[in-house]
């Protein structure tokens, strides 16, 4: 498995979230990385892309809410998930490969169900 997502769950309105992705080494190393998420019945859509330099990308309707993060050492990416609203109930996806230009790269892991329900 090259990506392994992780840390969905039930959360309240208001509560936080932390998501979790491990990539392989070879991977991780060269590859921006970056979140998405699908509510049912709804297209695919970026939340967070971090790049290897640095430079992040946040869907309009998480900035300042959502955090990602990438820990070189341990080949993983996050996603911080705080003032979590019900709106952002879906399946996280983490990619690799994801460039401002091209959107998702052609890496992806195994959905991670968020549901966010008083």
């Known amino acids: 498995v090259q990506l392994q997502a992780s840390g969905g769950g039930l959360v309240q309105p208001g509560g936080s979230l932390r998501l979790s992705c491990a990539a392989s080494q070879s991977i991780f190393r060269v590859n921006a990385m970056a979140w998405y998420r699908q509510a049912p019945g709804k297209e695919r859509e970026l939340v967070a892309a971090l790049t290897t330099g640095g430079s992040t990308n946040y869907a309009d309707s998480v900035k300042g809410r959502f955090t990602i993060s990438r820990d070189n050492a341990k080949n993983t990416v996050t996603l911080q998930m705080n003032n979590i609203k019900p709106d952002d109930t879906a399946a996280y996806y983490c990619?690799?490969?994801?460039?401002?230009?091209?959107?998702?790269?052609?890496?992806w892991g195994q959905g991670t169900q968020v549901t966010v329900s008083s």
């Open positions: 990619n690799a490969g994801w460039s401002l230009t091209y959107g998702a790269g052609g890496y």
